[in-house]
């Protein structure tokens, strides 16, 4: 018998290994529901009573932490929504419901006179090595209401985090979108602040714009690699069953010497990751070339239920941080390891309560790892217990995080306990010449385990 074993990697070794390896994150911050800081207790009630804030209808989906400060995004999927970009100062937050203050401030979430809000619905935001905070506005209200509103075109909007003022605003080119595209993730490749570039994920329409900021202008970027493979579109969460059709997804840059970086890039709907080097994209004409196909390069499969969401990648490290959807869990990789193989996909947490819907990941400046779960599927399709604690922040030294994975450290075969695996359980030569890395097709599950064993604790 036969088992489709490159596969099930994924999610055997973080299956089997869940005794042997501690959660690595800690709950930083958690809520049962967000609450805001309106400035008195009148226009608290006030903002209720008229409707524009609906307390159950904020859910807490991007995070970036900057310094002292942990910003969330709170997207308008439904009517409600007090302020959609929002933040706390972590240096006097309590663990428990911390209160959010709005970003940069209130008006910024206010139509006044019938004209758009100046930020309408961001999904995620990213906080730049150069004090920018770059802020990728949907520009809808209401995705789950009956008619959603459309108050603006998808619009980048970068704000200056040493006084909150907004930078530049750059509406997405009508032309660079369809009536399927929705951007929900951002990469910004920040090496150099003046010729900085943005990597904008259209999830529905997929492709990759490239915004430069030293030329204000931005390119479209297509590729097969950005697509869905349709059966990984099935998914059931907290026991919720539901199908999902988002591609390009996750995008984290490790840079490069050469000055350019390699982008590791996902579809949500997918199992796969890919690499592409920024040489490529950065400049309009190559990006843009179809004969640029074999620049995408194919990095390998985790295997059925590892969809992923959003990734992020420690430059310290080379390792990259990517939530499980499908798994309640986060995994790490070792970008710097040969392959992306069974043998260097890590285990950084898994828990079916606290980390149901793991919707963002961030490494700050610090060098801790912090993520962000919200239940997302019972907002969407059933609705959340608000006695519960719904959503929690998690955090952790990206030294903690991977310790004792297999991305602590530089994976290394030792050949002699490899022979004596091989004896143990009967690998034969020939097939281990035929493949000079290792193959486990045809192998015995139970092997496999012995595999990944030493492979992941022999050290
Ligand atoms: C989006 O851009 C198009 C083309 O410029 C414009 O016609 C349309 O009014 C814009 N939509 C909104 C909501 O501003
Ligand atoms: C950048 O481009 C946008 C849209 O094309 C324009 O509205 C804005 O003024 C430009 N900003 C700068 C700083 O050039
Ligand atoms: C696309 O790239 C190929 C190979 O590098 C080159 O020969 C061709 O001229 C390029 N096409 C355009 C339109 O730049
Ligand atoms: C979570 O997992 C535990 C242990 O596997 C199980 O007993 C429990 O029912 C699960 N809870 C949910 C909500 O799935
Ligand atoms: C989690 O918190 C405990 C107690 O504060 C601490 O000892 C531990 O080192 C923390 N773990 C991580 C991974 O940060």
Known sequence: MSFPINCLHLLIAIMIFAPLTANKLNI???????????????????????????????????????????????????????????YFDRTNAQMESPILKPYPNWDAHRSLGGE?????????????????????????????????????????????LHNDQLLRSYEVPYDQTT??????????????????????????????????WKQNRSWKVKHNFFHIKPLAGDMTVAGINFQWTDGLFGLALRPEKTGYSTLFFHPMTSFDEFSVNTKVLRDEAIATNK?????????????????????????RTGVLFYALVNLNAVACWRTTNPGYSMESQGRVY????????????????????????????????????????????????????????????????????????????????TQNKKNSAWNYNGLPILSYVILSAFAIFVR
Request: charge should be negative; charged fraction near 25%; include cysteine.
């Open 28 to 86: 930083s911050y958690q809520w049962k529901i967000l609450d805001f800081d309106f400035g008195s207790v009148e226009k608290r009630q006030a903002a209720i009573q008229e409707k524009s804030f609906v307390p159950e209808n904020n859910l807490p989906l991007g995070l970036e932490v900057y310094k002292t400060r942990i910003f969330v995004t709170v997207p308008r999927w439904k009517f409600g929504v007090a302020a959609s970009l929002a």
């Open 116 to 160: 758009p809000p100046e930020i309408v619905s961001p999904f995620r935001i990213r906080a730049d090595q150069c004090g920018r905070l770059w802020v990728l506005d949907t520009g809808l209200e209401g995705l789950l209401e009956e008619i959603p509103r459309v108050y603006k075109n998808t619009t980048l909007m970068i704000y200056d």
């Open 179 to 212: 009536e399927d595209s929705f951007f929900a993730n951002i990469a910004v490749e920040d090496e150099n602040c003046q010729d900085t570039y943005a990597y904008l994920g259209d999830l529905g329409a997929p492709a990759l714009l490239v915004y430069s």
């Open 291 to 315: 004969s640029n196909y074999y620049e995408f390069k194919y990095l390998g499969s985790r295997g059925p239920k590892s969809q992923s969401g959003a990734s992020f990648l420690d430059k």
């Open 350 to 429: 898994m828990n079916n309560v606290t980390m149901v819907f793991p919707n963002d990941v961030k490494v700050d400046n610090d060098g801790n790892v912090w993520v962000l779960s919200d239940r997302l599927p019972e907002f969407m399709y059933t609705s959340l217990d608000y006695s519960q604690v719904n959503f929690r922040i998690l955090s952790a030294k990206v030294s903690e995080a991977i310790k004792g994975t297999a991305c602590a450290s530089k994976l290394v075969k030792n050949p002699e306990i490899m022979q004596v695996i091989e004896n143990k359980i009967g690998v034969s030569k």
